[in-house]
């Protein structure tokens, strides 16, 4: 897996007043952080429920929903620290709206998959940095600088997973024309303190 794509070049790009406000509203973007990281770590392991007959995905995917899930520990302690509480899982309009891409037909709609979660995962690695950009020197900041680095390489492990099983022209003519739709759905989706 290590001629892979080399990382996903968003075509629209968040505005700084997205990470002001979540920066201004901490208690309000943390719950919905930890249920992002929540929801990473069961997509992963649906996909080893798919894919079973995918070794190299079923491994990658398990220490992916490893990962996330310390992730989501992570920010839950955060939460705690600050007296917050998990709520109730609510919808993601943007991660909805890119399921809806996903193309019938077994080959697509695996492919469709991965590179749309390749995406998730660089929208997150923007919006995470542009987070830890904006808040002041602490723990806070360099907790975000990791999650940033984390959000990267997962982005790189989804297409490293797609230039495995397909191939690399097809993969490449795919992400673009997902990353399109990708940046008409976020321009369009209102600003608020959450991760999408």
């Known amino acids: 897996m290590a ?19 979540v920066v201004a509203a901490m208690d309000v973007f943390l719950p919905d952080h930890a249920t992002a990281e929540k929801k ?9 429920a798919h894919y079973p007959d995918k070794p190299e995905l ?19 302690r955060l939460m705690q620290e600050r ?15 890119l399921r809806r891409t996903f193309r019938d037909g077994k080959k697509h709609y ?11 995962e660089a929208r997150g690695a923007e919006r995470f940095g542009l987070v830890a950009d904006a808040l002041p020197a602490g723990g806070l900041k ?21 230039d495995l099983y397909f191939d ?16 008409e759905i976020v321009s369009e989706l209102p600003i608020r303190v959450a991760l999408h």
Do not use: C
């Open 40 to 48: 990473a770590s069961s997509m992963a392991m649906g996909m080893v």
């Open 58 to 76: 079923v491994t990658a995917m398990i220490d992916l929903a490893l990962e996330e899930l310390s992730h989501f520990r992570a920010v839950v």
């Open 83 to 97: 007296g917050l509480t998990l709520g109730a899982d609510e919808k993601d309009p943007y991660v909805n709206a």
């Open 168 to 183: 690399p022209a097809e993969v490449r003519l795919r992400l673009d024309s997902l990353l399109v739709t990708e940046a």
């Open 142 to 162: 360099r907790f975000y600088r990791s999650i940033t680095r984390s959000e990267k390489a997962h982005q790189d492990l989804f297409l490293e997973l797609a």
């Open 110 to 120: 695996f492919m469709d998959r991965l590179l749309v979660g390749g995406i998730v």
């Open 3 to 21: 001629d892979a794509l080399s990382g996903i070049e968003l075509k629209f790009k968040t505005p700084p007043a997205w990470a002001e406000g």
